[in-house]
Structures are given as structure tokens and as C-alpha cells.
């Protein structure tokens, strides 16, 4: 399954230039991301701002970078670019499609015309080399460019100073098509539409499709509990969606689908919330779709609407990580909030089981306020952000500190240590 190595995001509300992994140009310093990632840090020092950052870049992709601008009350392309900044907002997603295949950098710059109105300046998709050389597959700009046909093509950079496909445009005009074997000359009619958003619909752009399929499937959750209360039509539905509100309709799915699993589910349900024995849905005279949990001190069961938000929540993320078809990669949000404090270890050790499984587990990345749940994690594992003295945000790996790496191999939890603030700077 395609793992996400290293992402960096520039001028986006608190970050003006952050980056988690590895990126192109030290793969022999940093470490990649691992398959669990988890972002601490105080109140106000851009937590939020990093989990919308995934957000975003799927948003976009979906409707376009004016729409994305504008969704989930983000308020407008200058709202989001970090105050103060005059240049675009960037992102930036190092990623390998398998384990066997050279790593792959996306490239986005989104910038504003004199309307205000956002659009794609620049989008460029490379791979990169063992000898640290690129070769350039997609490059735009303002939806003006060339991308390469196949698993193969591309324009060697091996200077990594770019190029400019205005140019290449040019060349092709002059009668010089044997430079670019496999190229097609792109011109996008809208220019707030990512390239990867249709070219990666087209077959003969294999590269392309991996990569839009791969974002295309990111869960990014927005669970709220009161929307897993809801009565939603009966119909079994294969996936959670973002806000939990099929809940019902995935159990349904599984129930029918995949019992075996879905019993599993309700064995470790069991171990975590005591006296629930049995959860089942049961359809309504018009059509609609109840959730019942059985707990064995009581002969009727309660509903949804009955159960706190703790043991939604729980319930939602098992659900989740037993998804038969996973998704490649889960963000979530303060998975904590609304969870007794002992579960959260529990939840830690179910979200890195899930992550390390082979060919189908999801990369787990997910911001907390919990020492309880960083208590279950390795220092590679955990990320610290903070507000530098410039009001920016900036982040680091606990494992750089041979500090906090020694007490850990003493058997000290992690979280114990970020609580008695070992993790703070300075």
C-alpha cells in the first residue's frame, strides 16, 4: 500500500514552513514517516492548522482550489496564507506508491489573481532518483505545461534547478518533438482545477492515477458523535464516511458481508467498554436504521441515541481499522476527546497494530493533547509542535533528542516525560 514519506506545507494559517519525513532533497538524512505519526503540542501552536493542510489538499482535488479555499469554514485564500506572507501557499507530498517502486514528489503552489480569486500557479510531479538526479512526469504552470505518458518518460533534471515548461511548449512549436518522447502538451482550460485531477483519470498517465487514487482515498475524520445518533436510511454502505453518520449502514454492511470481523470488533468492544455484548441494527417501519447495543446486565438493549460519546467514538474507530479495504491513509483529530483515559493506551496499541499490518493496513497520522495515548507510542512515532519566537510554527522529531531517547529505553513513558514538559524546548 502507497506510504506517505514526508510532507511539507509553506504558508498555510500558522506554518509557514513545516515539514514532517523526508523530503527529495535529504533522503539520506531524514527518516520517513512512520506508519503511525502522532503531532503534540500546546493549545494555539498549529495542530488544526496541520491536519487541514491533508484536508485541504483532498478538498482540492475534489472541487478545485477556490471551492477548497471556502470548505469546512476555512474563509478564502487569504484567510489561509500565513499573515504577513506575500508568496503562494505550497504543499509538498513525498510518497511511494509501493515498496518496490523510486519515491515520488508533488509539487503545488496556490496563489491568488488580482480578483482574489485562487488558482493553481504551479503543479509539478517528479521521481527521484538513487543519484539524487529528478525526472520530471507532470509540470504546469497555470494549467500550462507538459506530462509524460507511461510508467517511464520524463525530463531528466539532474541539475534540480527545474525547468521551465513554457519553454518545452515552445521547442515542440519549433519542430523538436524527439526531446520529448512520450510528452503531451497540456492547456487546461480552468486553472483553479488540479492537473492530477484530470490527467489522473486518463489511463495512458499511470503514474498520475496511482497518485490521484491515492489521495482520492484518505479518510480524514470529522467524526462527531451526534452525527452517529442520527436515523439514517436503511442499506449497507462498504465505508464509514467522514462525519460517522452511516454508522448504522457500515455495521449493516458487516453484519451481512464479513461477520467473522465484525464479531472480532465486538470482542474487543467488550474488552473495552464492559457489559456491552452485542451490537445489531434494526430497521424502522419507514425505512430507517437503528443502532442497538446490548449490554448483558439489561434484557432491552439501548440505542445511539442512549450511548455516550466515548463509546461511539470507540466503536467508529474499530470499525474503522477493520475496514476490509482500508484506507491508505486515516488522519484524525484529537482522537481522545470524549475517551476514559485507560482507553486510550488500548486505542494507541489498535491503531499501530493496524498500521504495521502488511499490504493492508492505513498510515495513521493523528494530532493529540493525551499523554496517556503517547505513552503507548516510540519517540520515532511522535512529532512536537511549537510557536517559535516569531509566532510561526515549527516542529521536530522527539527521537532527535538523545535525551529523551535514553530515558525511553529506560522503560520511562513517553508521555510521563512530555508531562513533566522533558519534550519542551530548551
Known sequence: MAKIEGFRVKN???????????????QSQNDPLTPITAVIGKNGVGKSALFDAFGFLADALKSGVEEACDARGRGGFEKLRTQGQTDPIEFEVYYKASVNVQPITYEIEIEADESGRPYVLREVMREAREDYSLLYFL??????GAAWKGNQGGQLDETTSGFDPEELVKSREKGKPEEFKDAE????EDSRKLGITTLGALTQHPRIVAFRQFIEGWYLSYFTPDAARGLPLAGPQRHLNVHGDNLGNVVQFMEREHPERF????????R???????IETERTADGRLLLKFNDKGFQDPFYAQQMSDGTLKVFAYLLLLNDPTPPPFLCIEEPE????HKLLETLAHEFREHAIRKNNGSQIFITTH?????????????????????????????????????????????GGLWYSDYLDAG
Open 12 to 26: 498555510f494559517k500558522s506554518l509557514k514552513d513545516v515539514t514532517v519525513g523526508r523530503l527529495w532533497w535529504f
Open 263 to 270: 464479531q472480532s470488533i465486538l470482542k474487543e468492544i467488550a
Open 337 to 340: 476527546n470524549g475517551l476514559y
Open 139 to 144: 509540470s504546469l504552470v497555470e494549467g500550462r
Open 185 to 188: 502538451f497540456v492547456n487546461l
Open 272 to 278: 473495552s467498554i464492559p457489559g456491552i455484548d452485542r
Open 370 to 414: 493525551q499523554p496517556y495515548l503517547v505513552d503507548a507510542l516510540d519517540p520515532k512515532e511522535v512529532w512536537i509542535l511549537e510557536k517559535g519566537a516569531d509566532g510561526f510554527s515549527t516542529i521536530r522529531r522527539a527521537s532527535d533528542d538523545p535525551i529523551v531517547n535514553n530515558m525511553v529505553a529506560e522503560g520511562l513513558p513517553l
